[in-house]
């Protein structure tokens, strides 16, 4: 998983466009991009997107709900678990409770549809609120479900009354940067993927590659998409280089054929635990992508 691409429920133009964008996850949206008067006909217009395109291996089809405290979650999950999405995104999660809540609710769906209990993966933003931001580490064991966290900027800025995210330089400002930082803790944490945010700006490709890079660097392992051309900058930056395949893997070959030795010389660097653990997190990347 490197890309995901948010999609609006209630756009079947551009839910047939995301199938083809190379995106690894399409995430259907039926939260911010659709206004209140559309919720309903985006539910049908995402259930019936689903059926449609059952068993479809790639994109993988997640769904974003309404957060768990808008009164509109229950009917969103109603309308869309029928049609077996491969995952929920969860947005505004306020802690780890919120998930295993979200996984409860998804328990009795998964039943009602005769699939086994656990098909349903789950997604969560959790920066979009000040709570959720200061209970980042509370999602190990929040349930089995769980399989990446992300973070998001904009929520946030609005409640906690920022009147920009960035600065004239384009960084983030600190509230942002503690909310980016928290994250990548939380998802290490809690064993998942660490996910990097949106890019607003879909024309800028330069400034997309250079966030990506960042990203990459500082332990995301994969970016949120608002546009279809944002996709292949963002598979290009998350795809680990052969190099780098070629690397981890004698990382690891070195010490399978040494068990007991803590450290390790390659090509007259050293090598210990930590960096085996580095090495085989990114091998496991690419036979999960
Ligand atoms: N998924 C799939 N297709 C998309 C898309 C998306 N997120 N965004 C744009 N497209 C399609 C357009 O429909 C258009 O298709 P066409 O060539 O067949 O007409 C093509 O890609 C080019 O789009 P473009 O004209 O550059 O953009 P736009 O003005 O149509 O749309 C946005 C701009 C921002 C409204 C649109 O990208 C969008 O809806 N993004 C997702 C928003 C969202 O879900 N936000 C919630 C999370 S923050
Ligand atoms: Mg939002």
């Avoid at 998802?187 to 879909?202: E, F, H, L, M, Q």
């Avoid at 070959?253 to 660097?269: E, K, R, T």
Wanted: with cysteine; hydrophobic share 45%; aromatic share 4%.
């Amino acid at each position: 998983m490197r890309s995901l691409l948010f999609v609006p429920g209630d756009s079947e133009k551009k839910l047939e466009k995301g199938l083809t964008s190379g995106a690894d996850v399409l995430l259907i949206d039926l939260e911010d991009s659709v206004s209140a008067e559309r919720k309903d006909a985006a539910r049908q217009i995402a259930a019936e997107f689903l059926r449609a395109n059952q068993g479809q291996k790639s994109p993988r089809l997640f769904v974003r709900i309404n957060d768990l405290a808008s009164g509109l979650a229950d009917a969103d999950l109603d309308a869309v678990m029928p049609a077996l999405p491969h995952g929920i995104l969860l947005p505004k999660s306020n802690s780890g409770k919120d998930v295993t809540r979200l996984s409860a609710k998804l328990n009795v769906h998964e039943a009602h549809a005769d699939v086994a209990e656990g098909t349903t993966q789950i997604l969560a933003i959790i920066t979009e609120t000040a709570l959720g931001t200061l209970s980042t580490a509370t999602y190990p064991d929040a349930s089995s479900r769980l399989i990446g966290l992300s973070w998001g900027a904009e929520d946030l800025s609005a409640v906690i009354g920022a009147r920009a995210v960035r600065d004239e330089t384009g960084r983030y400002t600190d509230v942002f940067r503690l909310a980016r930082a928290l994250t990548i803790l939380g998802a290490s944490a809690a064993d998942v993927a660490a996910i990097d945010t949106v890019y607003i700006n879909y024309k800028d490709d330069a400034g997309l590659a250079r966030e990506c890079a960042e990203a990459e660097r500082d332990g995301f392992t994969a970016k949120l998409a608002i546009h279809p051309a944002q996709v292949p900058v963002i598979n290009a930056v998350f795809t680990p280089s052969a190099d780098a395949v070629h690397h981890a893997q004698k990382i690891i070959d070195a010490f399978a054929s040494d068990p007991s030795s803590g450290v390790i010389g390659i090509d007259g660097q050293m090598f210990d635990r930590p960096h085996l653990r580095r090495a085989e997190r990114l091998i496991g990347r690419v036979r999960g992508s």
